[in-house]
């Protein structure tokens, strides 16, 4: 691999972002000039239980990007065409599965997360679109895998962009007489112009190599065999994430979900920047302990890495916890937020569940396969407990609360079967310098939520203080942490495989 290619693929990330922000923040104002609150609730429920669906897919891209790069670099490309034909084979049936079981379940979805039976029809007909680009996307990802192999990826972003640009643009042109059918028709377009561009340049690259279809049913199984407890891993995070709106909706109204998913955009949208960041060094990492497995420079990384996420995170949040309220008032209006205590509660969930995910990255990065798929079902699994036992009487506050529960015993977990493992990377995230950290952090927000309310009325004069105290907050960490510099730009960044 490249240093090209980390970029390359880092761009492809932030340009999907793109697209997230564009559809689910950008043009959200936009689309309540056309779509009731109530609908676009109705709409958020639904599309979070076909997602579900998408458990399916079982990680097999990664598992099929690994197998691919380990027969090719072993010049096995018969065996590379039987992995690559079977990974194809599966994904045609687990697509079929996912549109199909849509197909016959889509009206009852609209009952489950609705009682207005007036706009039925136009709901299960985007439930039923989403699904089909649900499967797309899935396809597209195992067709991915073929430009990383031959470190191929400077296209597939512009791809991605090019059809990013033509699925909002239909949105745009579209949702003022369609609604709700034309933000799913425009999720749908986006997956399906890339599937075109994506196929024939995979297509050319294969041809290139001289690999043709060569399918062997024995590969087939061998792949389906290789998922194993990450599959039941990712049923859990499946569930735990994408289930949230889907439980709001069935279990409080359509309403509440439109005010729960915009309450905790802003959050979910820090997490996921900062979370592309953490994964972008997931391969110089697992570079890394294999070379260095011995070596005592692993441990100043891991800390500088920790380190870095951590102080990122927590001045982003407390950012945006004071300029939220303004920020959504702004964006869509005061009336579709939550409230000062969830949208608190949904940004200390977006810190434990960054941690988290953190955290099952270098068990990834170490090998420890088994180790994060179990923790992170546990998690889930106590998630959905928790959420369900909370929300008959806590209602909204009841999510992001099981969040922050389960991410605590999540820790605690991780602390005991790391002693077991003989490995050690939770002290780095967690100890008392980190806890200092986050409790100071909490403190300052209160201090300064309390005053912008009380004291200061001027958006403009919130901004400022926000800026200069994130600002100090970045400068400590830089005096504290000079060396920090050379480990992200030598050590992350600037690295070679041979």
Not at 364 to 375: D, E, P, R
């Amino acid at each position: 691999m490249k240093i090209k290619t980390i970029y390359h693929n880092l761009f492809g990330s932030f340009s999907n972002f793109a697209f997230l922000l564009f559809t689910g923040i950008i043009l959200v104002p936009f689309y309540f000039k056309y779509i009731s609150v109530d609908d676009y609730g109705i709409w958020l429920g639904g599309i979070s239980f076909v997602s579900l669906l998408t458990v399916l897919e079982a990680n097999i891209s990664l598992i099929l990007t690994q197998k691919l790069a380990d027969k090719w670099t072993n010049k096995k490309p018969v065996e590379f065409s039987k992995y690559f034909s079977a990974s194809i084979i599966f994904c045609l049936a687990i697509s079929s599965i996912i549109i199909i079981s849509t197909f016959f379940l889509k009206d009852t979805l609209v009952n489950w997360v609705s009682s207005n039976l007036d706009t039925k029809d136009v709901f299960s007909k985007s439930f039923f679109f989403y699904s089909i680009a649900l499967s797309l996307i899935i396809l597209n990802s195992y067709l991915g895998a073929i430009p990383q192999v031959f470190l191929k990826t400077l296209m597939p972003p512009i791809f991605n962009i090019i059809s990013s640009i033509i699925g909002i643009a239909y949105t745009i042109y579209a949702v003022s007489t369609q609604g709700v059918l034309a933000i799913a028709l425009g999720s749908l377009i986006k997956p399906l112009i890339y599937l075109l561009f994506l196929s024939f340049y995979v297509l050319k690259l294969l041809n290139e190599k001289n690999i043709y279809f060569y399918f062997d049913i024995i590969y087939l199984k061998k792949l389906i065999k290789s998922i194993g407890l990450p599959l039941i891993s990712k049923v859990g995070v499946t569930l735990t994430f994408n289930a949230q709106n889907f439980i709001v909706a069935a279990y409080i109204t359509s309403t509440a979900t439109t005010i729960f998913d915009i309450t905790r955009k802003f959050p979910l949208i820090i997490q996921t920047v900062i979370n592309m960041v953490a994964v972008s060094t997931f391969t110089a990492f697992t570079l890394f302990y294999s070379e260095q497995r011995n070596s005592s420079d692993s441990n100043k990384y891991l800390d500088h890495f920790f380190s870095t996420i951590r102080v990122l995170m927590l001045a982003s949040l407390l950012g945006i916890f004071l300029l939220g309220k303004d920020l959504i008032t702004i964006w869509v209006g005061g009336d579709k937020y939550g409230g000062d205590l969830l949208f608190a509660l949904l940004c200390l969930t977006a810190l434990t569940d960054q941690f988290r995910m953190m955290m099952s990255q270098q068990y990834y990065a170490l090998g420890k396969f088994n180790l994060s798929s179990i923790t992170d079902l546990i998690f889930s699994i106590l998630f959905i407990i928790v959420a369900f036992l909370l929300i008959p009487t806590y209602k909204l506050y009841g999510i992001p609360t099981a969040g922050i529960i389960s991410a605590v015993i999540y820790i605690v977990l991780c602390f005991y079967l790391e002693k077991k493992n003989n490995i050690n990377v939770i002290s780095y995230l967690i100890n008392k310098k980190s806890l200092f950290n986050i409790f100071g952090i909490i403190l300052i927000s209160i201090m300064m939520k309390f005053s912008f309310e009380n004291f200061i009325d001027n958006f403009f004069v919130k901004s400022l203080f926000t800026l200069i105290v994130v600002f100090i907050l970045f400068l400590l960490f830089y005096l504290r942490k000079k060396s920090l510099i050379k480990f992200i730009f030598l050590k992350i960044t600037n690295f070679k495989i041979k």
